[in-house]
């Protein structure tokens, strides 16, 4: 399959990791929008969120709990920080793997204040 993230998951190409275990991958976006911008990905092929099955609710709440532990291991819990996930054109979804973006390090709002 001709998947970035899956190529990624699976070691084939390389990212700057934070976490990989047998359900999920994290790693630092390549095109950062903010200094902490983080993507966990499950390392099976969802597409979007529309694709998510039934069985799929047990890596998506670990989905939350690793951008919980990540966020803190960034130093993001006092300030906080922003989950995103894109789903197709509308949404601005660019890559069709299913993943959740962790943004922080600056003010996510517009405008500022
Ligand atoms: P989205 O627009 O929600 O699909 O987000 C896709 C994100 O993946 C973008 O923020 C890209 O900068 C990021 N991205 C694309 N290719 C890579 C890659 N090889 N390594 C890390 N991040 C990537």
Known sequence: MDCIFCKIAAGEISADILHRDADLVAFRD?????PVHLL???TKHI???LDLQPGDDAVMGRML????DLAR???LEEKGFRLV???KAHGGQEVYHLHLHLLGGRPMHWPPG
């Open 30 to 34: 390549l095109r950062p929008q903010a």
């Open 40 to 42: 966990i990905i499950p």
């Open 47 to 49: 597409e979007t969120v």
């Open 65 to 68: 709990r690793l951008a919980d």
């Open 73 to 75: 291991s960034q130093g």
């Open 85 to 87: 996930i894109n789903c």
